[in-house]
């Protein structure tokens, strides 16, 4: 074969020859390897190369690694490289030498992996052993959260009734102006809510206060309620507003030191005119330690435009603690599945949100539990995440959520290439050419 310092490394046409490395360790091929011969790794080699370019005008046969046996090929360089067709240009063992001015010769960028005429034969990972898996089910511990001091079921963490079923707005209070706050009874349904009316500024609304003594440093909280606009009797209004009206809210906290602070803003649905649709949700609000800490703790909610002249009502006003994340440390998948993946490697795990296909988790496997009884694997993760998974054992008929997949990331044949900032756009890459007769092919076999 050539000198691997100054030219290719050549496999001669009608040279079989075969890889013995079995070590593990790294074969510079700065000039790239060319295949017009055969060229078998078998399943004892262990290896990295790395090169410029391979060419395979012949034979490259591959079987499946031994044990953790790896080969791998990595690709570099950001010169572009030249492909000489034997038949046409020459080459080791065609009888003739190559012309390496040849005007048959290819410019075909850097980091090429070339299938000219020639035939690939790779057996990359076990034909028995499934890619991938639904995810059956997982196992979940209860996270160490910080409990809370106190009762926080609706409306506990400030001193009203959400609900108004009590029939007082105590712990309600005007938020801008004056108005009256009153409890209101729907003569169709029985239900009872709070209305604001005799509102003396167009963008006064309603606020509670928290009762600070029940947060929690570090926990999670959220906020909402429903509400309509309907007309004001004490404004001698009888129509609805005609179009949608909106609200928004604020959590302004007295710190210690005598400052006001503001977050966590609430963007409400806008009100169908005189209907309860409308509803107002905050995101996930953080109890940060300026929160916990606070003297005061004001949560307020105001239209989005002046409207002095109709009433607001309030209905299931919560402002509730999350219930800790689920902590999954361990993956239930098919018994087939379970045998083909080892502690240490990594698996990936789908995303269950409909438009947020990226949202794939990467898990390292601890170790691995069969269960006979059922035919299923227990897949013991490195470490715990924090993730809510769409499972066989979750998912109904005709449900929208389908079952996460669970796939295999370990791979003991790789082809990779090798960043770098020259063309970044244009990377290693596997491209075929036939002759005229058609012959270019991968699968096929042979043995030397």
């Not at 295949?35 to 005008?57: E, M």
């Not at 003594?213 to 309509?228: A, H, I, K, N, W």
């Not at 940060?288 to 105001?302: G, N, R, Y």
């Not at 949100?353 to 601890?366: C, F, P, R, T, Y």
Request: hydrophobic letters at 35%.
């Amino acid at each position: 074969m050539g000198n691997a310092a100054t030219s290719p490394v050549v496999v001669p046409c009608g040279t079989c020859a075969t890889v013995d490395v079995t070590s593990g360790e790294t074969i510079d091929m700065p000039h790239g390897l060319e295949v017009l011969g055969k060229l078998v790794f078998p399943s004892s080699a262990n290896l990295v190369i790395n090169t410029t370019a391979v060419f395979v005008q012949g034979e490259l046969n591959m079987g499946i690694p031994d044990n953790d046996n790896i080969v791998k090929l990595t690709f570099y360089g950001t010169e572009d490289v030249d492909f000489y067709p034997a038949e046409q240009c020459g080459g080791e063992g065609t009888g003739t030498p190559r012309d390496n001015n040849c005007m048959h010769k290819k410019n075909l960028s850097k980091k090429p992996f070339i299938v000219a005429g020639g035939k690939l034969d790779i057996a990359a990972v076990d034909p028995t052993c499934p890619s991938w898996t639904t995810l059956k089910d997982v196992g979940t511990v209860t996270p160490l959260e910080p409990q809370a001091p106190c009762d926080t079921t609706v409306g506990s963490l400030f001193s009203g009734d959400g609900t108004f079923e009590s029939g007082t707005t105590a712990g309600f209070f005007t938020n801008g102006g004056t108005s009256i706050l009153q409890v209101e009874t729907d003569s169709d349904t029985g239900n009872k809510y709070m209305r604001q009316s005799a509102r003396s500024s167009g963008n006064g609304g309603m606020r509670f206060d928290l009762d600070t003594s029940c947060t929690v440093d570090g926990r999670e909280y959220q906020y909402s309620l429903r509400y309509r606009v309907k007309a004001d009797p004490s404004k001698s209004t009888t129509q609805d507003p005609t179009g949608p009206i909106g609200l928004i809210g604020m959590i302004s906290a007295l710190k210690a030191d005598g400052q006001w602070m503001h977050q966590h803003f609430i963007y409400c649905d806008n009100a169908t005119p005189g209907d309860w649709s409308a509803t107002c949700n905050s995101n996930v609000i953080s109890m940060t330690s300026d929160f916990h800490t606070a003297t005061t703790i004001h949560v307020s909610i105001v239209p989005t435009s002046d409207i002095a002249n109709y009433a607001i009502e309030y209905d299931d006003v919560q402002f509730q603690l999350i219930p800790p994340k689920q902590r999954v440390d361990t993956l239930l998948v098919s018994k087939e599945f379970g045998r083909c993946v080892k502690p240490g490697e990594e698996i990936l795990v789908t995303s269950n949100e409909i438009g947020a296909w990226d949202n794939q988790k990467v898990l390292e496997i601890s170790s691995i539990v069969m269960n006979d009884a059922d035919n299923t694997a227990t897949l013991n993760l490195v470490e715990d995440v924090t993730e809510t998974f769409s499972t066989e054992a979750s998912v109904v008929e005709f449900d929208e959520t389908f079952p996460v997949e669970v796939a295999r990331l370990n791979r003991q044949v790789v082809f990779e290439a090798q960043k770098d900032d020259v063309d970044s756009l244009l990377g290693g890459h596997l491209m075929f050419f036939a002759y005229d007769d058609g012959t270019a092919e991968v699968g096929g076999s042979g043995n030397c």
